[in-house]
């Protein structure tokens, strides 16, 4: 009788244990979620009078991250026929002949992996690896960030620079006004965190 609630016993501590190490390992997956309501995409382009500055909108943005493995996959998604200079003008020849988005009208970028280790709690800077498309090419870039993680909720900024002219597109300068080939980009985003068995997307 003592061997039988012995055996029992040792078989209850174990399912705790595996479930224990199961929660644990869970808690290191989870589902980063973007905000387009508190998420900002700037751009700035240098030009020989002034800096132009201006903005897109975020469409869409889920991240489902392995902090383990460091592996990070999903899909951000910006409308890229909402970018606005504040210029009419200077708009309409940018969608036109720039970024051409009747025909491209999205910007995404599909991370793959984080280079670096992610804090569960508190601030973190780390390079994030993925493919960056624009103008219907994709390209391998390399983007550092400023992350910080709560319990519940996550905010990042990212910086970088898009050579557009040297990957194909056109420069819109003019014989009277020259501006840079290349245009800074800066996101800032605010997020929910979601465990991985509630955001229901297995991490990559």
């Given at each position: 009788m003592k061997t039988t609630r012995l055996w029992a016993c040792s078989c209850a501590l174990a399912l705790s244990l595996i479930a224990l190490a199961a929660q644990a390992a869970t808690a290191q997956q989870i589902t980063l979620q973007l905000d387009p309501a508190h998420t900002s995409v700037k751009f700035t382009l240098a030009d020989v009078l002034h800096t132009v500055h201006g903005t897109f909108q975020l469409k869409s943005g889920t991240l489902?991250?392995?902090?383990?493995?460091?592996k990070l996959s999903g899909e951000i998604v910006v409308d890229a026929k909402s970018g606005d200079s504040g210029s009419?003008?200077?708009?309409?020849?940018?969608?036109?002949?720039?970024?051409?988005?009747?025909?491209?009208?999205?910007?995404?970028?599909?991370?793959?992996?984080?280079?670096?280790?992610?804090?569960?709690?508190?601030?973190?800077?780390?390079?994030?690896?993925?493919?960056?498309?624009?103008?219907?090419?994709?390209?391998?870039?390399?983007?550092?960030?400023?992350?910080?993680?709560?319990?519940?909720?996550w905010t990042a900024n990212v910086?970088?620079?898009?050579?557009?002219?040297?990957?194909?597109?056109?420069?819109?300068?003019?014989?009277?006004?020259?501006?840079?080939?290349?245009?800074?980009?800066?996101?800032?985003?605010?997020?929910?965190?979601?465990?991985?068995?509630?955001?229901?997307?297995p991490a990559q």
């Open positions: 489902d991250f392995n902090a383990p493995a460091g009419g003008m200077r708009d309409r020849k940018m969608h036109k002949e720039v970024l051409e988005s009747s025909s491209y009208p999205e910007i995404s970028f599909r991370p793959d992996r984080v280079e670096g280790a992610v804090a569960s709690q508190g601030k973190s800077s780390v390079k994030v690896h993925g493919m960056f498309r624009i103008h219907g090419v994709d390209r391998e870039i390399t983007v550092p960030a400023e992350v910080e993680m709560s319990l519940d909720h910086h970088f620079t898009v050579p557009y002219a040297k990957w194909g597109m056109k420069n819109p300068s003019t014989l009277f006004l020259r501006v840079s080939d290349s245009v800074e980009i800066d996101l800032t985003t605010t997020g929910s965190v979601l465990p991985h068995n509630v955001a229901g997307t």
